[in-house]
Structure formats: structure tokens, C-alpha cells
């Protein structure tokens, strides 16, 4: 190879270097907004991802021009654009969180030996659309299909402790004040602990452990839940599978796009 070849190539892959750097700064400046913080000014981007002011405008200048960002009043605020809206749209559509969270419950279900469903919220009900039952001859399970009334249960009551008004799935006929103010404490406490456990509630004899889970938008989404017999999930068994149902309904959050 001669000189010139040399030169050549080596500005091509010099041009390739650049362009990989530009567009991991691009990135850096799309990921730097939040849900708390959607609107912000050049100052405080370049706090956030570390770039000069004019290395910044000129991203900035391209990603507008693109539709990745928008920018407003004076001073001037960034916001993302409607081309994020349609990439999180056509991401959102073909998302299965079944398929998902399959993992997440595999490794639950080997770590416990126990019943692991998944459920998402419905309106008033939760639903189980996946479930790996326990192998063990003493077990109990729902089935995918399951449905019941979101204010129920374990797995019901840590998706309604992060809605924003609980109160209204509550307060049907019957119901007494003092019922109500009851219910709303559980649910701060259970908001506070991230979790909620139930004993004997709606099976006779089962343990039932949730934890929820949250999208890309922060809202929450399901829960993740194990379920088995009392005589054989005690007190330190419960804290070792809230444990792991932590850290994995953590994980499936992630794999929903929460940040």
C-alpha cells in the first residue's frame, strides 16, 4: 500500500470515528432529558453531557432539524420532539410483556421453587398474562386469564398504592369511612416499602408476595407476584423472595424503558 492509499484510508476511518462520536453525543443529549426535567436550557445541558457550548448548538441545531428536539421561549428551553414520540409509539406497539418479563420470571421461579405470575392492570381489574407454575406437589396457582378486582389482594393492592387516586376504585356501596381511611393508610405503607404481602386472603392456606412493576412514563404497569403454601413460606422465606422480587421487577421496569 502506498503513501497515498495509506492517507486515504486513514482519513476515511478518522471521518468514521467523528461521526460515531457525534451521534453518541446525540444520544447523550436525548437521554439527558427526564420525566422530571423535560424542559431545559443549553446551560444546564451542558452540565449533563459534559460538551462545549458550540459542540452543543450544533448537535442541538440537527436534532431539531430532525424532530428529536423542539425549543421554546426565552431563555430558550429544549424539549424533545414529536420524532422521539414516534420511535416511543412504534417501540410501545410491538412490545409484549409477557415475552419481556420471561426472563425475569425464570429466575424467579428458580430462585423461590414457587408459583410466579405476571399482571398488568386493567382498569379495575389486574389480569395474570403470564405464569410459571411451582413444580413442588403443594402449590397453589391462578392461570393466565386470571382476572379479579384490583383492590383485592396482594398482587392487586401494590399496583393501586402507586395510581394516582386510589380512592376511585374505592368507596362502592357499603362501604364505611373508616373502611376507606384504613385502606388508604395500607396503601402509603405498602408505596413506602415497595411491596405487599397477604396470608390467607383470597386462597385458603397461600402466601401471596407483589411487588409492582413501571413503564418508560413512570406509571405503574402490573405486578410481579409469587405465590405458595404458609406451612412452607415462613417469615424469612417471605423476606428472602421479596428480596428477589425486588431486584427483578427493578430489572423489568428497566426492560420497559423506565429510566
Same mark, same amino acid.
Given at each position: 500500500m502506498n503513501s497515498i492509499e495509506e492517507s486515504e484510508k486513514s @482519513?476515511?476511518?478518522?471521518?468514521?470515528?467523528?461521526?460515531?462520536?457525534?451521534?453518541?453525543?446525540?444520544? @447523550?443529549?436525548?437521554m439527558a432529558f427526564t420525566a422530571t426535567d423535560h424542559r431545559l436550557t443549553a446551560g444546564e445541558l451542558v452540565k449533563r453531557v459534559d460538551l462545549s457550548r458550540p459542540t452543543l448548538y450544533r448537535l442541538l441545531r440537527t436534532l431539531e432539524h430532525?424532530?428529536?428536539?423542539?425549543?421554546?421561549? @426565552?431563555p430558550q428551553r429544549f424539549e424533545l420532539g414529536p420524532s422521539v414520540?414516534?420511535?416511543?409509539?412504534?417501540?410501545?406497539?410491538?412490545?409484549?410483556?409477557?415475552?419481556?418479563?420471561?426472563?425475569? =420470571?425464570?429466575r424467579l421461579w428458580e430462585a423461590t421453587g414457587e408459583t410466579v405470575?405476571?399482571?398488568?392492570?386493567?382498569?379495575? =381489574?389486574r389480569t395474570c398474562?403470564?405464569?410459571?407454575?411451582?413444580?413442588?406437589?403443594?402449590s397453589f396457582k391462578r392461570g393466565v386469564g386470571y382476572s379479579t378486582d384490583v383492590t383485592l389482594g396482594a398482587s392487586g393492592r401494590v399496583i393501586l398504592a402507586h395510581v394516582a387516586s386510589p380512592e376511585?376504585?374505592?368507596?362502592?356501596?357499603?362501604?364505611?369511612?373508616a373502611d376507606l381511611v384504613a385502606y388508604l393508610d395500607?396503601?402509603?405503607?405498602?408505596? @413506602?416499602?415497595?411491596?405487599?404481602?397477604?396470608?390467607?386472603?383470597?386462597?385458603?392456606?397461600?402466601?401471596? =408476595?407483589?411487588?409492582p412493576y413501571f413503564g418508560g412514563d413512570g406509571q405503574v404497569k402490573g405486578s410481579l407476584a409469587v405465590f405458595g403454601p404458609g406451612v412452607r413460606v415462613d417469615e424469612e422465606r417471605v423476606r428472602a423472595i421479596v428480596f428477589v422480587l425486588k431486584e427483578e421487577a427493578r430489572k423489568l421496569s428497566q426492560a420497559l424503558g423506565q429510566r
Open positions: @482519513e476515511k476511518a478518522e471521518k468514521l470515528g467523528d461521526s460515531v462520536r457525534a451521534v453518541d453525543r446525540a444520544l @447523550e443529549i436525548l430532525k424532530g428529536f428536539i423542539v425549543s421554546s421561549g @426565552e414520540a414516534n420511535l416511543a409509539h412504534v417501540w410501545s406497539a410491538g412490545l409484549d410483556i409477557a415475552t419481556v418479563a420471561q426472563p425475569m =420470571m425464570r405470575s405476571l399482571l398488568v392492570h386493567q382498569g379495575a =381489574m398474562v403470564a405464569e410459571l407454575p411451582s413444580a413442588q406437589p403443594l376511585a376504585y374505592l368507596g362502592g356501596e357499603g362501604a364505611r369511612d395500607r396503601l402509603r405503607t405498602i408505596r @413506602e416499602q415497595g411491596y405487599e404481602i397477604s396470608r390467607d386472603e383470597l386462597i385458603k392456606g397461600a402466601v401471596a =408476595m407483589a411487588v
